[in-house]
């Protein structure tokens, strides 16, 4: 961990110690004296403190480490990532990926059961045994008892043949799966319509008169011609599907997405083609009957060419809803990726009506350079009612080629955004790799967010994830004064759970040697057994 990266979190100021005879003596190195010229705080007879504020990047600052989902040997491709956290206990997650271990195409599925730490393979599936070629689009969610669950599409590689979208339930975190079973299925016809690009959700708000219905909405490439947005739900835990229902009014739809409102409203968001426009339909009655759909923005998906690469770019629309019990209960949020400035941006929109008006599209990125921002998604804390967004970033790289995994959260319903914040701790070379996906995920944690993304770290590509939150308020007025051998620190509490004591042997860090951890506004290291030390103190939740 560097420098930077230590004294980003919410940290005390520094004090340091010199083991003297029978006390503790400010030991003042020429740093710490441009320090306190910089910030203008004395330096007492035993203990330097000053300010770290012109130290801080932003307040987005707190990321878990990147885990690779996918466990099966380097070498193969991964791409297209979805995610779901378990809203009983945040620390599982299910994700998922197109999965090429097998040569051709599966939908993968995996699974962590602590915040990311470790991850298992859980489920690789083309659908019923020995019926297709290949399988993609994979979509994760859980419900509010546990059940997880996973869709995709599965089909043959030759046109005009078989294929069908299929969902597989588990009830033991991922270990076991059910056979799958059919949404919409087109076996042995001559003709058949093409199912493509499902998302999909679960009903997880306390209380709804339709929890734990599950939801799927999906693109359907008419045998005629035309694409429309297709509906179907499982009121029975994915045992069965109603048949499929069209939602859209157009014929030249794709990339729909759904999600649940507070008192069980579904609402989806897809694309139109013809308009050119983001379009929103909602359901008051659990999907059984829908209202016309209407515009929420117009966008504009005319790329420049990709200036690293030969793989597709593409735009789809977000959305989400908060169903917190908060002061913003209710209030819809739409993302998407725009390229009305001339370079891929990540756009938002908000409505406070249950989405009849929406609010002027805004910029949720901050990058200054010009360059791209892409595949994204957003996620509306279900319990704070935050918003998290993550997408992949070009910002770092003059050459407009490698990418990080970048994000945000906003804790006002949109009108703000913290500055943002790299979640993958190393670049990705898209040069190689002629596909790496349409899109990637984000889901919640019980203090925060988890991206997921397509990492090139290793191969043409993984399923990788990590959680990033807002850090805590700094503590503050951190003192330090001896006790024979032993060293006591104190600090003004900032209402945080815990506090981190982190030492160095010099002011420039590394602050990595953990201390100690108390509940307490009091430290007591006890016999150091150094000559001298600095020290710093830090906010955390866990």
């Known amino acids: 961990m560097s420098r930077l990266r230590v004294l980003c979190v919410a940290i005390s100021g520094l004090v340091i110690w010199q083991l003297g005879i029978g006390q503790i003596q400010a030991q003042v190195s020429p740093r710490a004296l441009q320090l306190q010229e910089q910030a203008g705080v004395p330096i007492s007879g035993v203990v330097l403190f000053r300010s770290i504020e012109p130290l801080h990047s932003n307040g987005l600052d707190e990321v878990g480490p990147n885990g690779r989902c996918n466990q099966d040997p380097i070498g193969s491709r991964q791409n297209e990532i979805t995610a779901f956290a378990n809203p009983l206990n945040t620390d599982i997650v299910l994700t998922g990926s197109n999965d090429y271990r097998n040569g051709d195409a599966s939908g993968g599925f995996y699974r962590t059961l602590d915040a990311g730490a470790t991850w298992q393979d859980a489920l690789v599936s083309r659908g019923p045994t020995g019926t297709y070629d290949a399988a993609g689009d994979p979509v994760a969610a859980i419900d509010q008892n546990g059940r997880m669950f996973t869709w995709y599409i599965a089909f043959d590689r030759d046109p005009g043949v078989d294929n069908g979208l299929y969902c597989q339930t588990s009830d033991d975190n991922g270990t076991t799966w059910l056979t ?25 708000v306390p209380g709804s008169p339709y929890a734990n219905n599950a939801y799927v909405t999906w693109t359907r490439f008419l045998a005629g011609g035309g694409a429309q947005i297709h509906f179907s739900k499982s009121t029975d835990g994915g045992e069965l599907f109603t048949n499929p229902i069209a939602i859209s009014g ?41 209202h016309l759909d209407h515009a929420v923005a117009p966008f504009d998906d005319d790329f420049p060419q990709n200036p690293c690469g030969t793989w597709r770019i593409v735009t789809y629309p977000v959305v989400a809803c908060d169903i917190s019990g908060g002061p913003r209960q209710g209030w819809i949020y739409v993302s998407w990726v ?24 805004v910029h949720v990125e901050d990058d200054a350079t010009n360059r791209w921002q892409w595949f994204h998604w957003m996620t509306v804390h279900p319990e704070t009612g935050d918003i ?43 040069t190689t790799p002629t596909f790496i996906g349409d899109y990637n995920a984000n889901t919640f944690k019980s203090d925060g967010f988890y991206a997921g993304w397509v990492d090139l770290r290793n191969d043409d590509g993984d399923a990788y994830a990590a959680w990033y939150r807002l850090a805590l308020p700094a503590p503050e007025n951190l003192t330090i004064h001896s006790d024979g051998d032993d060293v006591i620190l104190r600090w003004k509490s900032v209402d945080a759970p815990l506090y981190n004591i982190y030492s160095a042997p010099s002011p420039d860090g590394p602050f990595d040697t953990l201390e100690g951890t108390t509940t307490d506004t009091v430290f007591t290291d006890v016999n150091p057994g150094v000559p001298a030390l600095h020290y710093v103190v830090r906010a955390a939740t866990e």
């Open 180 to 204: 799958p079973v059919p949404v919409a299925e087109h076996i042995g016809d001559p003709s058949p319509h093409f199912e493509d690009k499902p998302y999909a959700t679960c009903d997880i």
């Open 250 to 290: 157009s014929t030249n739809t794709q990339f729909s997405c759904p999600t649940v409102g507070p008192n069980g409203e579904i609402y989806v968001v897809w694309y139109t083609y013809i308009s050119m426009t983001i379009r929103f339909d909602y359901s008051l009655d659990g999907g059984t009957t829908w």
């Open 338 to 361: 725009d390229n009305a400035g001339g370079e891929p941006d990540v756009m938002f929109t908000r409505s406070e009506d249950g989405g009849t008006t929406w609010s002027n599209p």
């Open 388 to 430: 998290g967004i993550s997408w992949l970033d070009r910002r770092e790289d003059p050459g407009q080629c490698l990418y990080r995994t970048y994000a945000t959260i906003s804790t006002d319903g949109g009108d703000t955004w913290a500055p943002n914040f790299p979640v993958s701790d190393v670049e990705s070379d898209p």
